[in-house]
């Protein structure tokens, strides 16, 4: 069974930075394409940022120019630089299979954009 562990969020002020981690045991990340998720408090689950197993990658439009994902298939580990961040970017952040998150989910990651 698969299981996603993402890390590396917190607390953090308008402007600032963050990297969030997702490690996924149990299977590999490599040949597949990969996303992170985010889910505000009231809001449904909406997709971030995605990459391909060829390194194809896309943006939502409400983070495009700030956040960047990336991976690192020999540590099976997936990462999200996050840049000039907005209170509106608060939500707990996930990772999974994209187009369809076909794994279970993970506990995702606090981030909380605040002054």
């Known amino acids: 069974q698969v299981q996603l562990v993402e890390s590396g969020g917190g607390l953090v002020q308008p402007g600032g930075s963050l990297r969030l981690s997702c490690v996924a045991s149990g299977s590999i990340i490599s040949g597949k394409s990969m996303g992170w998720y985010r889910q505000a408090p009231g809001q449904t689950r909406e997709s971030v940022a995605s990459i391909t197993s060829g390194g194809g990658i896309n943006y939502a439009d409400s983070v495009k120019g700030r956040f960047t994902i990336s991976r690192d298939n020999a540590k099976n580990t997936m990462y999200l630089q996050m840049n000039s961040l907005k209170p509106e970017d608060t939500a707990v952040y996930f990772c999974?299979?994209?187009?369809?998150?076909?794994?279970?989910w993970g506990q995702g990651t606090q981030v909380t954009v605040s002054s």
């Open positions: 999974n299979r994209v187009p369809f998150p076909l794994w279970s």
